[in-house]
């Protein structure tokens, strides 16, 4: 039986979660019309790139990527967790008001109460987190 190497399986489902991360995103705003704000542009702007980085790491086996993604991705988590508490927490949208077009404290969805797009992108990025903290950094040639 072939011994499962845990960081090569962690690459590529860090990467899948990039890639549903990313078609979801475009699903919303080219399909469903839905216009993103601010915060939700900042959120894409740190999620496409991890489908390219990522991709090309899974199909290298380039544990090193993993300084790269984790700073993107702990990055994208923090705007995610305050696009989502300035939806679902009274009083927190008025700390940093919309200027311009669709507010962020809109919610285009809202299942079961509670998930909605931020929401999504938030756990989209704690999985990619998690998944990077699995892979073992790669040995140093000596």
Known sequence: MKKVDIS???LYVAWLVSVVATLGSLYF???RGFVPCELCWYQRILMYPLSLLLGIATFQNDRSVKKYVLPMAIIGW???LFHYLEQKVPGF??????ANGVPCSAEYINLLGFITIPFLAFVGFTLIIVFMLFIKNPKKNQ
Do not use: R, T
Request: charged share 15%.
């Open 93 to 98: 949208a008025a700390i940093k008001p919309c």
């Open 8 to 10: 090569q399986l962690s």
């Open 78 to 80: 923090s705007i995610s």
């Open 29 to 31: 705003s080219e399909i």
